[in-house]
């Protein structure tokens, strides 16, 4: 009995360690608040400042976006002309699903099959701003993204992307030189992660989405890349809250549709769902245990008094 319970133990440690082991990524991507790479504001010059000019820009002056086809809608278009009237110098690519099916098929030929074969739409959109980042350089907006100042200071990183509170990066707006090994390697990862996940929701967050991408990056950045591997992170104020930050935010966006605010909602908290699903793993193991553990007392009483019984009944 003992032994049995021994054995019990083990085992369930065993699985404990494992699914610790598998998740352990996403567990230190909870700490990580990627300080050591932040883009600190006193380096940033000011929209107008002179200091602009004399910085280097290393990432291309190409601005990509994605959508189904050139036919953006009404909510969107001031947002994306707002990127476009700021940045007449820069090369403006719309990333519609014909021209970015035609590049995976021209450059990548080896991911045009799984490519094709994402479940949800929004896994191509994902990942085709991966691979023209890797490819062209240059930095990627989403469309509801508009623009409040002109992206020059920015460029002077070999790569940045944006912190999102309270844990990870998003892939919403990030910037890159071509060929950075940040985005070669995501892009070279994105079959490993084609993964499905029962809820749709999670499936495109880490198969091509903000988890996906938060988890390659957490990897990466352990590993101490080079300066000019270096992932540079751009916080929340620098983002989109002041009038000196890069971004607005555009109401009348997709997340005012009811069912995509929940996503949206989802998608903050996502660190709730992992706690979740660990209170629940927890639970089940403890049930589990319990009903072990009845049994093991329902057979130690069995044994008791059948030795009882065989001793009264059957002397020796
Ligand atoms: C573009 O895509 C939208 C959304 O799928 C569709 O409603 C519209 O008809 C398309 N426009 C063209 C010109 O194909």
Known sequence: ?????????????LIITFLIHSVSTLISLLIEDGAADAIHRAELPSPDSSLIEQRPQIIPKIIHQTYVNESIPEVWQEAQQSCKDLHPDYEYILWTNKKSREFIAAEYPWFLDTFDKYKYAIQRADSIRYFVLAHFGGTYIDLDDGCNRRLD?????????????????????????????FFLRVVGLLQLYDRGWVLPYITVMYSTGP??????????????????????????????RYSWS???????????????????????????????????????????WWAYSRLLLFGSKYRYQYSKVSNLGFPR
């Not at 003992?2 to 083990?10: D, E, I, T």
């Not at 002077?156 to 090994?181: C, E, F, K, L």
């Not at 009811?258 to 089940?284: E, M, P, S, Y």
């Open 1 to 13: 009995m003992r032994r049995s319970l021994l054995v019990f133990l083990v085992v369930k440690l």
């Open 153 to 181: 200071p920015l460029l002077s990183y070999p790569a940045w992307v944006r912190r999102t509170i309270p844990t990870g990066i998003s892939n919403d707006a990030m910037g890159s030189v071509p060929q950075h090994p």
């Open 211 to 240: 988890l996906f991408l938060s988890v390659i990056w957490k990897e990466y950045i352990a590993e101490n890349p080079t300066e000019a591997g270096r992932v540079r992170i751009l916080m929340q104020d620098e983002y989109n």
């Open 246 to 288: 890069f971004f607005t935010y555009h109401v009348g966006s997709i997340w005012h549709r009811k069912d995509a605010r929940v996503i949206f909602w989802l998608g903050q908290h996502w660190v709730l769902l992992i706690i979740c699903g660990f209170v629940i793993a927890g639970a089940v193991g403890l049930c589990l």
